[in-house]
T-cell receptor, first 114, second 112 residues
């Protein structure tokens, strides 16, 4: 069964605007971690932000923040003040306490326009 | 600081030929190591992970194999490549506060 769902195959945002990339997850583990990665056209996977299931506050890293709604099982990535260099694929991932693997969603392609 | 490198970056191989992709981590000891594959336009699929020398766990049965001959070296191999083995292969080590993965540059394999 799909554990990570990213429903937006592609998104557009204008430079300097904020954008939200959606991610929902499915787990019965009481403890888990949620991650977001950026993959530019070069192919490398760049770690952006982490949220633990027991963290009380939403994670933030510079222009990235994670809107964590535990009851709804959602972990949306918010990018503020978009830049042209933010154009890339974005992947949501989860690791459950019961496993080693990071399970990835299928990704969202973000295009930032001038 | 920790770094991870994998090579070769690009590989074009005929069906039935062998494969060897190498991954090396520097600046850390006894890391958990991972091999993922990304098919075109898809998410990442975990192939193998290793928690120590000689310890390999396979997530997906296939004609690929992995080995960890040294603490910071992880190798992905095949004796005979299939067309379906084409893809982008990523090696990663586990670190950070949340156990996030840090990836190498990737190896793009095309099997013809």
């Amino acid at each position: 069964a799909q554990k990570i769902t990213q429903t937006q195959p592609g998104m557009f945002v204008q430079e300097k605007e904020a954008v939200t990339l959606d991610c929902t997850y499915d787990t019965s583990d009481p403890s888990y971690g949620l991650f977001w990665y950026k993959q530019p056209s070069s192919g490398e996977m760049i770690f952006l932000i982490y949220q633990g299931s027991y963290d009380q506050q939403n994670a933030t890293e510079g222009r990235y923040s994670l809107n964590f709604q535990k009851a709804r099982k959602s972990a949306n990535l918010v990018i503020s003040a978009s830049q042209l260099g933010d154009s890339a694929m974005y992947f949501c991932a989860m690791r459950e306490i019961s496993g080693y693997a990071l399970n990835f969603g299928k990704g969202t392609s973000l295009l930032v326009t001038p | 600081s920790q770094t991870i490198h994998q090579w070769p970056a690009t590989l074009v191989q005929p069906v039935g030929s062998p494969l060897s992709l190498e991954c090396t981590v520097e600046g850390t000891s006894n890391p958990n190591l991972y091999w993922y594959r990304q098919a075109a336009g898809r998410g990442l699929q975990l192939l193998f992970y290793s928690v120590g020398i000689g310890q390999i766990s396979s997530e997906v049965p296939q004609n690929l194999s992995a080995s960890r001959p040294q603490d910071r070296q992880f190798i992905l191999s095949s004796k005979k490549l299939l067309l379906s083995d084409s893809g982008f292969y990523l090696c990663a080590w586990e670190g950070g506060y949340g156990g996030e993965l840090f990836f190498g540059e990737g190896s793009r394999l095309t099997v013809l």
